[in-house]
Each structure stands twice: as structure tokens, then as C-alpha cells.
């Protein structure tokens, strides 16, 4: 599960409503987005609020009219502090991890929502606040252009685009990743809270002795790196990590390598291996973070040998397996509401959820209270508390 936002699709709709997120929810194609009606989109998985025009276009009340403009970065947080729209005056350029949220990166054709983000054309640079921590680098941008959804850096005094953004910045998209972000569980695995991601101290190749990694990490050749396994504390369900969570692990405050080496030690200034595929070319390119600079916009041949690999797993692993076997026997002992085939499995936080297309009924846990919840006519189509997982999981049998 990627940590980042989920897309809207139609069978979620309800579930949205149900919880109050859903009753302005841009058409399909629009992400996990609502649009406010005012020529602005709030994100329901950051809370960010974003312009859907970029500057200096203006919105007529349905589309964006006039062209987009370059602009260099002091003139960008010029513009940033002088605007006013929407109601509000506090807008401001995000920063790099804030912007690379609104990358779609499993689109061939355009890293970014098109139909949410109106008027792109040929601008598909747009500029953070964020500045590199590499010696006489620049300011971040974001590349939305199909193949790259990645950040880079790039001179001040060049020319790129602006959308604002206003909100708070969660700790989960801060560009910095303190210490106090982590828990060293004492296990040679590390948890980040913000991101619900536990990952491994040691890169593959070498091993935790108890107090430290020892040996030497060794780079793969990415079918290699998939087929990986690991049993380290007890787990066995640890894998590649996605783009998105790899990126969550790049701190832009810090270069060569890009990352806390506190809690992640002898890391090298280099590529890794994530799992996803580059979209227009997926049986060949496969997506890599730098952890030399923390830029994100590089695909390498799945045959190469460069990358190394850092494996991972949920804090909630365990709790979704459960929940599968639970869902299982209900599904065994209330057929008429819960009917297996066609079900699918999906996530919305803090829900984890089946959907069964047959009744029109959703069952999931909560990853905030551990309670079971319906969603579906046996209830008047009303989220149901059913009370605590616990106890269904005590009279399921399940292990």
C-alpha cells in the first residue's frame, strides 16, 4: 500500500459519502480530489488545497483561460505572497515532497491529472520552495511531462512554472526527516509513524547481527530484487518498496547520501530499486530513487546492476491479513449480504475494505479504533459500527 493518495473509483463513491468526503468529489479522472467549486481542488488524502490554473491564468468558473507563464524563482515567491483567490491570501509554492503528491505515475501520457490541473500544454516544470542541499544546486522543481513525474533542481534565474498551494504541511510531507520521525525498534528494522511504512536498517545483501549491519549491500538486477525474501523479526512479509514509499524515505535536507543516516547508517550515495514500473515503457524501465541527491526522475533497464534495494513492510500487515481471514468467514456465514464472487479488496484511509459489487456492500476495519464497520442495505445503506475486530476475529477461528 502506498502511503500516498488513493484514486476515486466509482465503487467508492458511497463509502466517501458515507464519511462525509464524497458529496463534491470531481468526475472520475480526477483522483482523490474535490473540487470546491472556486477554481480549486483540496486533496482528501494531504488536506492541501491547490489552484487548478497555474499562473497567470485565470478561471472563468469552469476552465482555465489565458497562457501560462515562466517565471524565475524569486519572481514564483514574489507571486506567491501578492495573490489573492478563492477567499484567501495565504498561498504560497509547495514544497518539493507537497508538490510530487499531485504525480500520476502510472499515466503514460502526462505525470499529472489533466482534467484537474487544466492548460498544461507544453509547461510541465513547476517550481518548489524547496532548495537542494547539494553545494551550488538550486531550488527543486517537479517534471509533470510523460516518462517523468520527478524532481530535479534547477537555477534560479531559469524559467518555471507556478501552482500554489495552501494548507498545513503534515509531518508526512515536511522535506526534512528527523530523528524524532522514526522508531528504531531494536530489531534492525525501523518504523516511520507518519508514513505507516516499517523498513529495513540493513540493505539486501547484508545482515543484522543483533546490534548493527554487517557485510556489504550488493546491488541487483531488478527481477532479482523482486523475488527477494526476508524473515528478519519474525516477518515474512517484507518486499519493494513502491516509488512513492521509497520517496518518503528521502530527506531533501541532506545530500550523499539524501536520507537520516542515524537511523539508516552506511547507506551509499546511490540508486534503489523501487517496484514500479515507468508506465510507457513498463516491461523494460522500472522507476529509481537517487539517495546521492534525492532525485526521483530516473527509469534504468531492468537488466541493469547499479541499484541496490532496502526492503519494507506495513505497520498494518498484520492487521490486514486478519482482516482478509475474517472477511472470509463472514462472507461463509452471511452469503446473501456479503456475496464472494466479484468481491475486491481495497484501501481508503483509515479503512481497510472489502467491496462486494453483488449486494452493494462494503465491510472493513478501521485502522484508528479496530472496530469491524458495514456499509450496505442490510442497514439502510448507513456506516455501521459493529463493534471491536477483536472479538469477530475471536469467533472466526482465524489464527
Not at 156 to 173: H, W
Not at 191 to 211: E, P, R, V, Y
Request: aromatic share 12%; charged share 15%.
Amino acid at each position: 500500500m502506498s502511503p500516498l493518495k488513493p484514486l476515486v473509483r466509482p465503487f467508492l463513491l458511497p463509502i466517501l459519502a458515507a464519511l462525509g468526503l464524497g458529496m463534491n468529489v470531481a468526475p472520475a479522472g480526477a483522483g482523490g480530489y474535490t473540487d470546491n467549486g472556486d477554481g480549486t481542488l483540496t486533496d482528501s488524502a494531504t488536506g492541501l488545497t491547490w489552484m487548478r490554473c497555474a499562473l497567470p491564468q485565470t478561471w472563468n468558473g469552469s476552465a482555465c483561460t489565458g497562457s501560462v507563464g515562466a517565471y524565475t524563482w524569486s519572481q514564483a515567491n514574489a507571486a506567491s505572497t501578492a495573490i489573492r483567490f478563492a477567499g484567501a491570501d495565504d498561498w504560497r509554492l509547495p514544497n518539493v515532497r507537497e508538490l510530487l503528491t499531485l504525480v500520476n505515475w502510472s499515466d503514460a501520457s502526462i505525470a499529472i491529472d489533466a482534467n484537474a490541473f487544466q492548460g498544461l500544454a507544453d509547461h510541465m516544470n513547476f517550481w518548489t520552495s524547496t532548495t537542494a542541499a547539494a553545494s551550488g544546486s538550486g531550488p527543486w522543481d517537479v517534471n509533470f511531462a510523460a516518462f517523468a513525474g520527478a524532481d530535479n533542481y534547477n537555477q534560479p534565474n531559469d524559467g518555471s512554472d507556478v501552482r500554489l498551494v495552501r494548507g498545513s504541511t503534515t509531518a508526512l510531507l515536511r522535506a526534512d526527516r528527523p530523528d524524532a520521525d522514526y522508531v528504531d525498534n531494536g530489531n534492525g528494522t525501523v518504523t516511520h509513524a507518519a508514513s505507516g511504512l516499517i523498513w529495513q536498517k540493513c540493505l539486501a545483501g547484508q545482515t543484522w547481527d543483533g546490534n548493527a549491519c554487517t557485510g556489504s549491500a550488493i546491488p541487483y538486477r531488478w527481477d532479482d530484487a523482486r523475488a527477494l525474501t526476508s524473515h528478519l523479526a519474525g516477518k515474512h512479509d517484507w518486499r519493494l518498496p513502491t516509488v512513492e514509499e521509497l520517496l518518503t524515505l528521502v530527506d531533501y535536507t541532506r545530500t550523499a547520501p539524501a536520507i537520516n543516516t542515524t537511523l539508516f547508517p552506511g547507506t551509499p550515495a546511490a540508486y534503489f530499486w523501487s517496484s514500479t514500473p515507468t508506465p510507457s515503457m513498463p516491461e523494460e524501465y522500472i522507476r529509481v530513487i537517487d539517495f546521492g541527491q534525492g532525485i526521483s526522475g530516473t527509469s534504468y533497464f531492468r537488466q541493469a546492476t547499479e541499484p541496490y534495494v532496502r526492503l519494507v513492510r506495513e505497520v498494518n500487515a498484520d492487521l490486514f491479513l486478519a482482516a482478509d481471514c475474517v472477511f472470509a468467514w463472514l462472507e461463509s456465514v452471511y452469503p446473501e449480504h456479503l456475496p464472494a464472487t466479484g468481491a475486491a479488496t481495497d484501501r481508503l484511509a483509515p479503512y481497510y475494505f472489502r467491496h462486494y459489487p453483488g449486494s452493494g456492500a462494503y465491510l472493513g476495519i478501521s485502522t484508528t479504533d479496530h472496530h469491524l464497520y458495514y456499509l450496505g442495505p442490510a442497514f439502510g445503506g448507513q456506516l455501521t459500527d459493529l463493534g471491536a475486530f477483536s472479538a469477530h476475529h475471536g469467533n472466526s477461528g482465524c489464527i
